[in-house]
């Protein structure tokens, strides 16, 4: 079936540096994409969001890329904290008017952060 | 403004049992979604509920179940639970559905089945 995978399962990054991590998909029906941060003990939380007419949308230090030629998306975390290790997931949407949404999540990559 | 609540936050069952999780979403959000996260199979999409009504179902047995009440709160529910039930089952509410709102989640019901 189609699925949205990871490049790299772990990424270790040093404070201060900033932190790429990318994903793949593979639908391209697919229409909207978004970025998890899932902490030890909790549910996944909402970083940043980006729709297929877009290909680059900015937060508080946090970028998404969205190139649908290739079907990769990325996320760009600058000057990286202690704060952001966690498995970061990408998930992607497929709306169906008749039918409702569903996000298919990718595998996640471990971000750990050294001070 | 009050995040998604999930009930209760770890359970215990034995096989053959059944179990039903509680999920309250975000005030003024009517779609309610639940996840199964793995550490084998990542996270999976089960269900979504929309104005009490089911409107998008995951590869799952008929064993798992939920319902969607007048006031968004939303139920699931599994039957005679096998070993590999065990999870975490995340609940996620959105304003709308099929308009590309983000879903937001709540810290999950640990269920382990023994």
């Known amino acids: 079936g189609e699925s949205v995978g990871l490049h790299l399962p772990t990424l270790s990054v040093q404070e201060g540096d900033n932190s790429i991590i990318n994903c793949a998909y593979s639908n391209s029906a697919s229409d909207y994409f978004i970025w998890y941060k899932q902490e030890s003990g909790k549910g996944p939380q909402f970083i940043i969001d980006?729709?297929?007419?877009?290909d680059k949308r900015q937060g508080q230090r946090v970028t998404v890329l969205l190139n649908k030629t290739v079907k990769h998306l990325s996320l760009q975390i600058a000057a990286t904290q202690p704060g952001d290790s966690a498995v970061y997931f990408c998930a992607e949407n497929i709306n169906l008017e008749t039918s409702g949404s569903r996000l298919t999540f990718g595998e996640g990559t471990q971000l750990t952060v050294n001070p | 403004k009050a995040g998604v609540t999930q009930t209760p936050r770890y359970l215990i069952k034995t096989r053959g049992q059944q179990v039903t999780l509680s999920c309250s979403p975000i005030s003024g959000h009517r779609s309610v979604s639940w996840y199964q996260q793995t550490p084998g199979q990542g996270l999976q999409f089960l269900f979504e509920y929309f104005s009490e009504t089911q409107r998008n179902k995951g590869n799952f047995p008929g064993r798992f179940s939920g319902r969607q009440f007048s006031n968004s709160r939303s139920e699931m529910n599994v039957s005679t639970l096998e070993l590999g039930d065990s999870a975490l089952y995340l609940c996620a509410s959105s304003l709308e559905t099929g308009d590309n709102s983000p879903l937001h989640f709540g810290n999950g019901t640990r269920l382990t089945v023994t």
């Open positions: 980006i729709r297929s007419n877009m």
